[in-house]
Nanobody
């Protein structure tokens, strides 16, 4: 089992920044494939970013490229999502996701590939 706990959400103005954190426990952290997803009101949950086990390979959805950075600290059992230049359309509940399988390519962007989820943290960007 893997337990995930997100933090760092909040209310920020357009153009501002936030850093989300997700701590994991229960399994060897460096074996986890990790990702961030988000769900806006009335919309389906969507992929935001993913990071490989080593932290070397990252993947982003087009709408956040150049603004968001995903990273992981295997010594601290934590994955981060640094969000800069935030826009109102980034408003959503952000979820951390993990899986013990080695996820590569398109699989890193699929909700169905991840078996473990956090409870979510709200990010609200005001215009």
């Amino acid at each position: 089992q893997v337990q995930l706990v997100e933090s760092g959400g909040g209310l920020v103005q357009t153009g501002g920044s936030l850093r989300l954190s997700c701590g994991a426990s229960g399994r060897t952290f460096d074996m986890l494939s990790l990702g961030w997803f988000r769900q806006a009101p009335g919309k389906e949950r969507e992929f935001v970013a993913a990071v490989s086990r080593s932290g070397v390979t990252t993947t982003y959805t087009d709408s956040v490229k150049g603004r968001f950075t995903i990273s992981r600290d295997n010594a601290k059992n934590t994955v981060y999502l640094q969000m800069n230049s935030l826009k109102p359309e980034d408003t959503a509940v952000y979820y951390c996701a993990a899986d013990m399988m080695l996820l590569t390519g398109q699989k890193t962007q699929s909700m169905n590939a991840y078996n473990y989820w956090g409870q979510g943290t709200q990010v609200t960007v005001s215009s």
